[in-house]
């Protein structure tokens, strides 16, 4: 099982200066790389389906893989010597970076789908860089041994639990300081507890005028932090509008809003997580519908679909739930809305209609109320064993990055 911690770093002004000094260098390698790739890309393909019987062939050359581009960082040491101040594992991980993007675009990812062209980075768009392999021992108290950078203070706001391994270490740089991502990893996997209480299931119905709704009848209130914080955010986006570009007076606007988006961020990120508590803690098992947030998040209720942010509530769900040994467990959405939780049969409404009213067996109630029953009813046909399969498969990774 791989999980993830963040912590703040505290580094010195001088290892603040070295960190900027890496992330500018790295980028520019990342941009290199990437234009190599671009250049055996235009120059071995065809426009058409067809080409003509006279034609310019240019002079054709293997692909650069992972291997070959990781095969020139020797000679970019000898060409560029200040290179030689990067960790060299740091330095291949740019390499495996420009590999992933350039194979999400050309050949897609497990499903087939393919993401758009990969774009050069700028100086303040390159703000991560990760050590593949840390050494048992790297923390010491609340200092942590980086190579080539030293020993930097970090605040540890909670202890790494016991027999958990450091894989990996990440510096990113963030709008209000540096941070410090380590992955753990524990060899033992979580096992679903054998007394799960089947009986203990609730179904959850997400939604714009209520976060969600049990099948219980609790709701729990939107906090809507993004529209809360448009006016303030619209002030420091005029603020940032009217300075001149390249100035720094633009870029402390720019940080500043940075800061405010961020800020916006953490607070709903902290909602999700209490939610999800919430609800972990007083069921067993959890079931929800499989949304498909990307195309919601196209239609015109986009602002409030993101700023609800459903994926990232499910996600953290789901993984909550597998470290503690508990179910979430995905149903079909289809006509959740529209069929009756007490009878069955399809009593159509327009997404205005807020209640639900079946004419055949007289049940009357709030529409996601109605909704959040036929959720765990689905869920509730499921063996608990099946509902186990089915969370093995749609398992996104015990990763959750708090």
Not at 343 to 364: A, E, F, N, Q, T
Request: aromatic letters at 8%; one cysteine or more; glycine letters at 4%.
């Amino acid at each position: 099982m791989r999980i993830a911690y963040q912590y703040r770093l505290k580094p010195t002004k001088q290892q603040r200066d070295k960190i900027d000094h890496w992330l500018s260098m790295l980028c520019s390698q990342y941009n290199y790389l990437l234009a190599d790739r671009f250049s055996w890309y235009e120059q071995n393909r065809c426009p058409r389906n067809a080409c003509p019987l006279v034609c310019h062939l240019p002079e054709l050359r293997d692909s650069p893989d992972y291997y070959s581009q990781k095969k020139t960082l020797p000679n970019l040491k000898k060409t560029h010597p200040w290179y030689k101040d990067i960790h060299s594992q740091v330095l291949q991980d740019v390499v495996k970076r420009v590999k992933l993007a350039f194979d999400r675009f050309i050949k897609g990812d497990k499903n087939g789908n393919r993401s758009g062209r990969p774009r050069f980075k700028k100086k303040h768009r390159y703000r991560t860089f990760t050590y593949p392999q840390m050494k048992e021992g790297c923390l010491e108290g609340n200092l942590i041994n980086l190579p080539k950078i030293g020993k930097v203070k970090v605040i540890l706001h909670r202890p790494i639990p016991e027999g958990f391994k450091t894989k990996t270490a990440s510096i990113i740089k963030k709008c209000d300081g540096y941070y410090l991502v380590l992955s753990l990893e524990d060899e033992t996997v979580p096992e679903i507890k054998s007394d799960i209480n089947p009986d203990s299931i609730v179904g959850i119905d997400v939604g714009l005028k209520e976060f969600l709704t049990t099948s219980e009848g609790e709701t729990i209130e939107i906090p809507q932090y993004y529209r809360k914080s448009q006016k303030r955010l619209k002030v420091i986006q005029k603020r940032v509008s009217r300075r001149k570009k390249g100035g720094k007076n633009r870029l402390k606007a720019i940080k500043q809003l940075g800061r405010q988006h961020k800020k916006v961020a953490d607070k709903r990120k902290d909602f999700h997580f209490k939610s999800a508590n919430y609800l972990l803690s007083k069921y067993d098992v959890v079931a929800h519908e499989k949304l498909n947030v990307k195309a919601l998040a196209k239609s015109r209720l986009a602002k409030s679909v993101l700023d609800a942010g459903w994926s990232s509530f499910l996600t953290i769900l789901t993984s909550k739930a597998e470290n503690a040994g508990l179910l979430a467990v995905p149903v079909s959405a289809r006509d959740t809305s529209q069929n009756c939780s007490n009878c069955g049969k399809k009593v159509p409404k327009k997404l205005h209609i807020r209640w639900h009213d079946c004419r055949d067996c007289g049940c009357s109630l709030d529409r996601d109320h109605n909704a959040a029953i036929n959720i765990r009813n689905r869920a509730a046909g499921q063996s608990v064993l099946k509902a186990q399969r089915l969370l093995r498969d749609t398992r996104i990774g015990a990763c959750c990055l708090h």
